[in-house]
């Protein structure tokens, strides 16, 4: 998977939201696209907390196990494995973080509140999240 390992390279023991905006990235593509991981988290038990990230209210807060449980049913749970090996931390830290940035990918990829269809890229555009990346690091980047 080059897109994690260049994403991820190099971050040793620390999942900063550089790393965290890769993992989140990998995890739309894995799934198709925006469109992908939305179906999927809404068929997995976060119906209401994808609706928000995706419509234009607050970000219904969702827990890491909430997130693994569902990325596991889903089929992704062999992204998050290999993500926390690489970064050389738990899964369930990694999923505890990736809780507080999946929802604002989405957010940010959605931003008028709809979600992108499969036949645009599956709405994933990485530039899009290299921004957030910014936003999140701030001038760090």
Known sequence: MSFLD??????GQQAGAGSLIGVAG????QAGGVQGLTNMLQQH?????????V???????????????????????????????????????LLGQLSQ????????????????EAGQGGGFNLGMLEGLAGKLLGSQA
Do not use: F, R
């Open 6 to 11: 260049g994403l991820l390279g190099g971050q």
């Open 26 to 29: 990998q995890l739309i593509q």
């Open 45 to 53: 038990g976060l119906g209401d907390a994808v609706q928000s990230w």
């Open 55 to 93: 419509g234009s209210g607050a970000n219904q807060a969702v827990s890491g196990d909430q997130l693994g449980q569902a990325l596991q049913n889903g089929g992704l749970g062999a992204v998050v494995q290999e993500a926390a090996g690489k970064l050389g931390v738990d899964p369930g830290q």
């Open 101 to 116: 940035v999946l929802p604002h990918a989405v957010d940010h990829l959605t931003p008028d509140g709809q979600v992108p």
